[in-house]
């Protein structure tokens, strides 16, 4: 079994949250949530994230906007909508059980 699979599979499955969380009150372009993203260790590349954005946008979580850059072509800006911001509560709640669970079972395995 190869660890780095199984590493990529945990980041992968939180990606969407943390994506949410970085938006939730800060309007960012995708080269913005990269960068969050990747001084976090959170390893993403542009090929992932771009069809993310578009999915979570489909689903009624984000929104954009085109504007002007100074440095550049126009950037698209994501923010949260409502239903995305009701949807990133569930999951801090859900986030935050799981966390819970898996450091009890961890934390039972190492005594």
Known sequence: MNVENTKAQMRK?????CIL???????????????TLKDAKMLVVEG???????????????????????SGPPRKYYTLTETGKLFLKELDTTWDELRKATNLVTNTKNS
Do not use: Q
């Open 13 to 17: 499955g939180v990606l969407e949250y």
């Open 21 to 35: 969380s970085i938006l939730n009150g800060h309007d960012k372009y995708a080269s913005e949530i990269l960068d």
């Open 48 to 70: 992932t994230i771009y069809p993310l954005l578009t999915r979570l946008k489909n689903a009624g979580l984000l929104n954009y906007r085109w504007e002007e850059s100074t």
